[in-house]
Structure formats: structure tokens, C-alpha cells
């Protein structure tokens, strides 16, 4: 059965940085798409980032293009999210997911599995 948990949210100023991680269980398909997603309250869900598994090819949205940065360590089955420059705006639950990979310029297709998420706030 797959399994994700997410740590590392927090609470930090406007330009702070923070970097949350996912370890993911029961899951090893190569080619597969592990990805972030975040909701705020009265939001939708909105994809930031995602890679390939195996193959390490990634995508960012564009909100956090610059700023955010998805990466994967095989070898501990983790999956972080470096984030940078943080705004106000980027205030919202943060989940990790497993999803079908299918177009090299958008998130995962599809969400499988995700995690209990972690909440990141930004004040201004």
C-alpha cells in the first residue's frame, strides 16, 4: 500500500525559505509522477511542481517558477520541495501525491495517493 507523509511546513516572514520533504512508501515505479499540490481555504487545488520518477524530469508552475524547486533521493524514497523567496500568497495546505505522468509541461495526471499535508504560512 502506498504511503506518503510530508514534514518540514512551517511559519516564516515574506522572503523566508523552507523546505518540505515526503517519504513515500510502497511505491517504486519508474516513469511514474510524484508531485506537490497545495490548497488554501476556499481554493482549489492548485499543482506547484512535479518529477518523474526514475527519469527525474521535472515541472513547476509558474506562480513558483524561480523560486520552488521538486527533487527526488532515490535512495531514501524522499521527495523534497526546496522553497525560496516565500510570498504571502504561497500560504496554503502542501500535499505530496502519486498521479500518472503523461505531458512533460504540466502536473501529474490524475492523483492516486497523497499525504496528510503540511501547512506553510507566509506573513507580509
Known amino acids: 500500500q502506498v504511503h506518503l507523509v510530508e514534514s518540514g511546513g512551517g511559519s516564516v516572514q515574506a522572503g523566508g525559505s523552507l523546505r518540505l520533504s515526503c517519504v513515500v512508501s510502497?511505491?517504486?515505479?519508474?516513469?511514474?509522477?510524484l508531485g506537490w499540490f497545495r490548497q488554501a481555504p476556499g481554493n482549489g487545488r492548485e499543482g506547484v511542481a512535479r518529477?518523474?520518477?526514475?527519469?527525474?524530469?521535472?515541472w513547476h508552475a509558474d506562480s513558483v517558477k524561480g523560486r520552488f524547486s521538486v527533487s527526488q533521493d532515490n535512495a531514501r524514497n524522499t521527495m523534497t520541495l526546496q522553497m525560496n523567496k516565500l510570498k504571502p500568497e504561497d500560504t496554503a495546505m502542501y500535499y505530496c501525491?502519486?498521479?500518472?505522468?503523461?505531458?512533460?509541461?504540466?502536473?501529474?495526471?490524475?492523483?492516486?495517493?497523497w499525504g496528510q499535508g503540511t501547512q506553510v504560512t507566509v506573513s507580509s
Open positions: 518529477i518523474v520518477t526514475g527519469g527525474g524530469g521535472t
Open positions: 501525491s502519486v498521479g500518472r505522468f503523461t505531458d512533460s509541461n504540466s502536473f501529474c495526471a490524475d492523483t492516486f495517493f
Open positions: 510502497g511505491y517504486s515505479y519508474s516513469g511514474g509522477c
